[in-house]
């Protein structure tokens, strides 16, 4: 069971039979459950409604009651297009609001031409994510990992090797306020990063990638982005 509610609704029914209403449940759904939805969800969002009800049974012309009775509806179950539950859906109910970052431009040519595409790039891993393809998240943070080096000009032959642009990279950027370590640090996540999301560029097996790997390479390229974004700001 994703979510349980209860709400009192006073009906009234005189055996009849002939009585129509139409009621509105709202369920809350928080940021953790949408969290485990999306984790099972394949596709299309496949839901259903389960509904138990408590009725009072009164003496005919009376207001008395004589018994209490409960009665369980058939469960009910509907599906939400992928397109609605992600462009419309989940934006309103706040999922991926919890991790925010912050990413410094400033208006200089340099970063103009890199940073914001870096920015882009995580945003459309992110969105790829929430489609389900986790394959297409990696390479878009391949993409980021690329893009944040040319942020900078880099003094070097063309067709260099990535480990030796990243190094570069650190070493004539970032290194005067990391400090050796961190430096080192930082160049041997963003190579290890590269080289996994490197699968995604190449032929691999369909299901190389699962959604656990996605999340975890996003959040790391996240990380790496801000920090960067920081110390050239």
């Known amino acids: ?25 709202e369920v809350p759904l928080d940021l953790m459950t949408l969290e485990r939805i999306e984790q099972a969800r394949d596709g299309n ?4 409604l389960k509904i138990d009800g408590f009725i009072a049974v009164h003496v005919p012309n009376k207001s008395c009651i004589t018994r209490f009775e409960t009665t369980t509806i058939e ?28 990413v410094r431009i400033i208006s200089t040519g ?3 031409r890199g940073i914001p595409k870096a920015v882009a790039e995580i945003r459309q891993a992110r969105a790829y994510l929430n489609d389900g393809d986790w394959e297409k998240a990696a390479a878009h943070c391949r993409n980021t990992l690329e893009t944040i080096l040319d942020s900078r000009p880099l003094q070097l032959p063309t067709g260099s090797k990535f480990s030796v642009r990243v190094d570069t990279f650190i070493q004539g950027h970032l290194s005067s306020n990391l400090g050796g370590k961190q430096s080192k640090l930082l160049a041997d996540e963003m190579k290890l ?11 691999s097996p369909p299901d190389y990638f699962k959604r656990e790997d996605a999340v975890f390479i996003i959040r790391n390229t996240t990380a790496i982005l801000e920090c960067i974004s920081k110390i050239l700001a």
């Open 193 to 203: 990063l590269w080289e996994v999301c490197s699968k995604a560029a190449h032929p």
């Open 75 to 102: 469960q009910m179950i509907f599906a939400i297009p992928k397109s609605h539950w992600i462009e419309q859906l989940l934006p309103q109910l706040g999922y991926g609001r919890l991790e925010l970052i912050e």
């Open 110 to 112: 340099a970063l103009l």
């Open 1 to 25: 069971m994703v979510s349980k509610v209860r709400q009192d609704v006073n009906v009234y029914a005189d055996g009849s039979y002939a009585l129509e209403t139409q009621l509105r449940l």
């Open 45 to 48: 969002l496949r839901a259903a």
